[in-house]
């Protein structure tokens, strides 16, 4: 049985002691809670100073104490106990002063039992009041259709027959598509399927597009390539090739941060299936791993937009080769049908 944190001198020594208990590493823990190894030591040396800031220690404790299988809130609270928050400066008692609250308790005390009985004795007497002996039916013999379930008199008015059909549900209409709108604005024949067909190949369908549902950090839209959203509330840490925190913050649900281009930075997050990826304004899954490389981000951004700018030059290449030959043709044509009336006329 693992040792409660509350039996140990300090937080640190019970840590120490689960830890010890449970037979792992520091190592084999940093990799379960994703806490660094250096914080993990702090916390069981009791070296609070080596932490971060508030937020972040509260959730490496939480973390620590429920890889070692300790209670997370004890852990929490013996946490603020050892270690105050010297921002949040002490407030004096407000309220009845204790003396006063001694002196009138006796009569609260004796007001409230008296309340209570009160309220008791007068249930006790409507329901005593209300309870009647049972008196005898005055029915003195019961109807002999009341026992053959049957009404004189009614039995030409009545008969079973088979259960109807249940009614149908509402439905709704179909929507009404203008004959011929899809075709103008697609230029695409939805009863072609060769027309069909061709578009399907012109190239991928395009991807959910980011839609922002909360606040929205980091670069400016014009800047950026990337974008990290929030699908539930998580932590998201951005650090500098050089250690330095470039951005961190616990996002709410449908929150973003936009990833500035050219940066060396690594994205560090608890639950990388909590944080949507969108390169070019398009949603290009979640988030391979717990630490992604920013880099490697932007790099997926890059060759997206290369393979798009490459596919509607040729769509556009296409678009154009197609325009000349229906000219070519439609001049063939014309040039044709000049010989034809001059022949025709010479021959009359």
């Known amino acids: 049985m693992v040792p409660s944190v509350t039996d140990a001198p300090t937080l640190g020594d019970g840590l120490r002691i689960a830890r010890a208990h449970s037979g792992r590493s520091l190592a084999e823990l940093s990799t379960i ?31 620590y104490a429920g890889a070692l299988g300790l209670d997370e809130q004890l852990a929490v609270e013996r946490f603020k106990r050892e270690s105050p928050d010297p921002s949040v400066p002490l407030q004096p008692p407000v309220g009845v002063a204790f003396e006063e609250v001694r002196r009138y308790s006796p009569r609260l005390i004796a007001a409230g039992l008296a309340l209570v ?36 008199g009614q039995e030409q008015f ?10 149908p549900d509402q439905t709704v209409p179909a929507l009404y598509i203008t004959p011929g709108l899809e075709a103008q604005l697609t230029g695409i024949d939805p009863a072609s399927p060769e027309g069909l067909a061709a578009a399907a190949a ?13 606040a929205i950090y980091g670069a400016a839209a014009s800047a950026s390539q990337v974008v990290l959203q929030a699908r ?33 930075a690594t994205v560090d997050v608890p639950d990388p299936a909590a944080f949507d990826v969108y390169l070019n304004g398009e949603h290009g899954g979640a988030l391979a791993a717990a630490e992604t490389p920013l880099s490697q981000l932007n790099q997926r951004a890059q060759a997206l937009g290369r393979q798009a700018a490459a596919a509607v030059a040729a769509r556009t290449e296409a678009a154009r080769t197609a325009a000349v030959q229906a000219q070519a043709q439609a001049q063939l044509q014309a040039s044709t049908t000049v010989q034809q009336i001059v022949s025709t006329s010479v021959g009359g």
């Open 232 to 264: 539930k509330s998580a932590y998201l840490i951005v650090r500098m090739a050089d250690g330095r925190v470039l951005f961190a913050r616990q996002l709410a649900a449908g929150d973003a941060w936009r990833a500035p281009a050219n940066v060396a």
């Open 33 to 63: 809670t994703r806490v660094p190894s250096r914080y993990l030591t702090a916390l069981e040396q009791n070296d609070f100073s080596v932490l971060p800031n508030r937020v972040f220690s509260i959730g490496y404790v939480r973390a």
């Open 158 to 167: 009545m008969r079973l027959t088979a259960p109807r059909p249940a009614p």
């Open 202 to 214: 012109a190239g991928p369908p395009v991807q959910k597009a980011f839609n922002p549902r909360g």
């Open 117 to 152: 009985l009160a309220v008791v004795g007068w249930n006790v007497f409507q329901r005593v009041s209300l309870m009647r002996a049972p008196q005898p039916s005055d029915i003195a013999a019961v109807p002999e259709s009341w026992t053959l379930g049957a009404v004189p």
